[in-house]
């Protein structure tokens, strides 16, 4: 019989805040151990994470006090951690770490790090910081791991871009949306969309939604000047900014407030996940124009709930969105604007938006982006 091999997954951004990397990885912790029962694997959590990330007989884990982009884990991993035993090392952060001695696997979302730094950095110092770690970080990704796996097709293009010979060791596993993100139906969905907007938007009869972390590529500057120029003239339509990190509210207020919409924006923070899900549903449309993504999570939570998406021309966007959204040209407010203009003011429009979005949605399955990493798996073990 042959010896059992083992694999070690980083689950260490499964802790205490949300995160788009954290999504996919706790779809490879609940799929991946049934998936491969004859496979031992080592799961390294972060303190900071749950008690247990697993109850499967096939799990080990062990806690890493260690930053997960923190300079241990780029430039000496193994002196922290015991990996000897270990026959795959599934990197899941973009960066793969130094010494590994064993194959890898490094799932990369986008090399903005590469391409377009400013998009993504801090200001100042800690910014300049950033870009030297992570562009470390993801070229050493590119020259060294066995195997790479792009979370969308747009993502796999882009490495060909920076890198033709990484290009030929990289499959795509596409992404997918929680089952959590659903239309709230009947008067308990009514009541808990009402009493999320009242919470979050006071004073608003409808609202638009903006979904993510404040940074460069994300274009919020845009979505506030759009909104402006979409309902200048009709005050009870309101923008909600649901913004996990980045300093948001100090840059975006002042413009909102010179623009006379100032009273009408809500920037939002810390919101429960049930009523992340009635934001959702209760929306008009998300307007997620980003300039670049990876894949992008908002518009298929959105697609999934039920709310339109307006979204870009770009990137992965649409590959997430297919027919189901409405695209514009990130870099033009009236554009994004016309089709603000569109989509809060024709229902038929927003209904069939979101029969698309629901069909579409269903499409997007986090146990198919576990089962088509479990294919690298046991292509790169045998």
């Not at 377009?116 to 030297?132: C, D, N, S, Y």
């Not at 939570?301 to 709310?307: P, Q």
Request: proline share 7%; with cysteine; glycine share 8%.
């Amino acid at each position: 019989m042959a010896p059992r091999k083992t694999l070690c997954i980083d689950a260490r951004y499964l802790r205490e805040r949300p995160s788009g990397i954290a999504a996919y990885v706790q779809a490879l912790v609940d799929h991946v151990p049934a998936m491969c029962p004859d496979v031992d694997l080592l799961l390294l959590k972060h303190p900071k994470g749950p008690t247990r990330l697993s109850t499967a007989p096939n799990v080990r884990e062990v806690v890493v006090r260690h930053e997960a982009n923190g300079p241990a884990t780029l430039l000496w991993l193994p002196r922290v951690v015991d990996l000897r035993g270990v026959d795959l090392f599934h990197a899941t952060f973009n960066i793969l770490p130094a010494g590994l001695r064993m194959k890898s696997l490094v799932t990369l979302c986008d090399v903005m790090w590469l391409k377009h730094p400013a998009w993504a950095r801090a200001p100042g110092l800690i910014g300049h910081l950033e870009t030297l770690f992570y562009r470390r970080g993801i070229r050493q990704a590119l020259r060294s791991a066995t195997r790479i796996a792009a979370i969308s097709e747009a993502t796999r293009q882009e490495i060909g871009t920076v890198d033709r010979r990484a290009l030929a060791k990289t499959s795509v596993t596409l992404l997918g949306v929680s089952d959590d993100f659903r239309p709230l139906e009947g008067e308990e969905g009514a009541r808990a969309i009402a009493a999320a907007r009242a919470r979050w938007l006071p004073g608003a009869e409808r609202y638009v939604l903006t979904v993510g972390q404040f940074a460069g590529y994300k274009n919020h500057e845009r979505v506030v000047r759009a909104f402006a120029r979409a309902f200048r003239d009709d005050p009870g339509v309101h923008l909600g900014l649901v913004q996990r990190l980045g300093p948001g509210e100090q840059t975006l207020r002042p413009i909102a407030r010179a623009l006379g919409v100032a009273d009408r924006v809500h920037f939002i923070a810390g919101v429960p996940f049930p009523q992340l899900v009635a934001l959702y549903n209760g929306a008009v449309c998300l307007c997620h124009p980003s300039l670049y993504e990876g894949y992008g999570n908002p518009p298929s939570e959105a697609l999934a709930a039920g709310c339109p998406v307006i979204t870009s021309n770009r990137s992965s966007m649409p590959e997430v969105s297919k027919d189901a959204a409405r695209y514009v040209e990130p870099t033009d407010v009236e554009d994004i604007a016309r089709a603000l203009r569109e989509v809060a003011g024709d229902q038929g429009l927003r209904a069939s938006m979101r029969s698309k979005g629901l069909a579409r949605a269903k499409e997007l399955s986090w146990k198919h982006f576990a089962q088509e990493n479990v294919a690298i798996y046991r292509e790169m073990l045998r």
